[in-house]
C-alpha cells in the first residue's frame, strides 16, 4: 500500500444556495447533467495537505474555517468542488461526537455498524467487541439506545470504537474537549502510544496544547484558505499570536482602555537552552522563557513572571527589577526579554507559564500573556519541584 | 464506492437489512406479528367495502372468492407501496450516518426495500396458506412459477424506490405529490376490482401498468392456470430498464446528498 494516505492539491468546496424551490429545481437539472451545483457560497479554497504514513496533523482555525468541511472531504463524505483529493486505506473518521453512530442503535448495535461502515468483516468485528465495550466503560448502557447517552458516554464509545478498529488515518475532531479527565487521560495516553506505534494522525482542535502535544506539523485555515503550514508549534505558536492581537484590538476598542499608551506584551513563547522553540521538556531540562514587551514612553519596562501548576496552583513568581534585570531595547519602545530555568526542577505534569508587563517603577501590572508547558518524564518524587537535597547519615537526638 | 481492500460491504448491507426488519417492531409486544395485522384489517376492510357493500362480480374473479382475489393482490401491492414509502424515509432517516461517514447510499434503499419485501412475503405466504386451508385453489407450483415476476416487482420497486428518494433530497415537493400518486396508483391497478370491469380502451392503458400486469399474472399463475408468457419477458426486461435508469439517477445525486440534506 501506498505510504501517502491522503493528497489533496488545490482542494475547494462549495456549498449550493438552496433558499428556494427553484433554485433546487435548477440545481437538480445540473446535477443530473453532471455539471455540478450551480449557485454556491465558498466554504475552502486551495488547500493542499499531504498526509503519510505515521504523520501526525493538526489542523486549526477558527469556527466556521472550514475545518470540518476539509474532514469531510478527507473522509471521503463531501465531494470536493475543485481539486483532486486522493485517499489510500482506512479512514476511520470520529468527527462529531460519535459519527458513524445511528442515534436509535444500541451502543453494541452501532459497534456493529460503525465497523461495518469501516468495511470490517463480522468476525474481525467479532473478536474486538469485548476490548470495545471495555474501553468505552460505560456499564449497562451498551444495551440502550445512542440517544439515551450523555454526550460524554457517546465519545467514550466513539473512542473505543475507534481504537479497536485500528484505521489507517485516525481523524479525531474536538473529541478530546468532551469527556472527563480521567478519560481524556485515557484517550491521550492511547493517542502517545497509537503514534508511538507508528499509527497516523489527523487532529482537529482548538486547543493548541493538544496540538503541540500530539502532531509534529499542522495546517491553519482561515476563512477557508489555508494561512499557514509549518511544525504544530510554529502554527500553534502564530495561531495564539493572532488570538492575543484580535483580543488586543477588541480591547483597544473598548474605549476604557486607551491603546499605545500603556506597556503592553507582544508575544511570549518557550524554547529549549539549544534555541528551539518547545512546549513540551523533559524533567531537569533548561527551560528559556523569551517575550517581546512594548513601553510607550520607551522606558525600560519591568516585567514579572510566574508559573502556576495547570490545576491553579502557584509554583514560582519573580520580578525582574528585584533582580536587576534590564530588558534589552530592540527598537525605539520594543523590548525583548528572557529568563533562563536552568535544569528546571518542576515535577512532571502540565504547567502554565505567565508574563506581566509594568511600568518602570514595578507597581502597576498592565499585560499579561500565559502559555502552556508540559513537562515529561518518569520519577517517584511528588509535590510540584524537585527541592535540592541530600540523604546524610543519621543520628540520635541530642 | 469501492470498499477498502479486502473488505467488501456485504455485512453493513446485512447490518441494514437486519436493522430494517427489526427497528419497525422492536420494544412492541406484539413484534411482527404487525406486520401481518396492518395488512389484514386493510384487507377486511376493503374485502367489506368492495365484495360485500359494492359487491364486484363474481364471474370476473378468475374463479377465486372476493377476498382471495384480494388478498393476492394486495400483499404484492404493498411490497411497492410501503418498499416506495421506506425508500423515501431511510435517506433522511440516516442523515447522521451520511454526513459523516462514506458508504455507497444506496445500501439504504435495498435494505429498505429489501425488508419490506421480506416481511410482506411473509405476510403473503402466511395468507395465501390460510386461503388454502379456506379451500381456495393457491396452487404452490404456481407460486414458484410467480417467483421471477416477483423479482421482477423487486427490481422495478427498487429502482423507483432509488429514484424518488434521491429525487426527494433535491426536490422536497416529492414526497408530498409521491403520497397521492401511491393512491391513485394503487386504484389504478386491478387490486380491488378485476380488470374486466374496466371498459376495454382504458383496460389496454391501465395494462401498461407494470404492477396492474404482475398483479393479474399472479392470480394466474397461483390458480394453477398456465405457465408463463411472453409478456412476462417484457416485465422483467422494463423491471431490470427501471432499476438501471433508478440507479442512474441516484448515483449521479448521492454524492451531494451531504449538501443537500
Redesign the interface.
Known sequence: ?SDVLVRLEGVGKD??L?AS?AS??R??VS??A?RG?ASHATALDGIDLEIRRGDAVGIVGENGAGKSTLI?II?????PSRGTAVTN???G?L??LG???????TGR?NI???S???????RETEDKVEAIVSFADIGAHIDEPIKHYSSGMVVRLGFAVATALSPDLLITDEVLAVGDESFQKKCMRWLERYLGGGGTLLLVSHSMYHVQTLCRRALWIHQGRPRLAGTAFDVAREYLTYHEEKTRVARAAAPAAVSGTQPRLESIWLERASGEGAATFALGEDIVLRGIALEPDDRTPALLFGIVRADGTPVYGSLSIDAGYAATRLAERRYAFAVRFPAAPLLPGKYEIRAHVLEPEGLRLFDTIETAFVVTGETRDFGLVRLAHEWIPGREAP | MPAPPGHSWRWLLANFLKREVSSRYTGSMGGILWALASPLVQLALYALVFGVLLRAPADALGGWRFPAFLAIALWPWLMFGDSVKRAMDCIPANTSLIRKVAFPHELLIVAAVGGTFFIHLLGWAAVLVALRLWGEPVSFAGLLLALPLLAAQFAFTLGVGAFLAALQVVLRDVEQAVGLALTVVFYATPIVYPLALIPAPYRDWLALNPLAYVVTRYRDLLSGAGGWQPGDIGVMVASLATLAAGLWVFRRLSPWFEDLL
Open positions: 500500500m456549498y449550493p438552496l424551490g433546487r429545481a440545481m437538480l446535477l443530473l453532471g451545483a469531510k473522509a471521503g463524505v463531501v465531494k486505506g482506512r479512514v473518521a468527527l462529531e459519527s458513524g453512530f445511528h442515534p436509535d442503535y448495535e456493529y455498524l460503525s461495518a461502515l469501516l468495511g470490517l468483516s463480522r
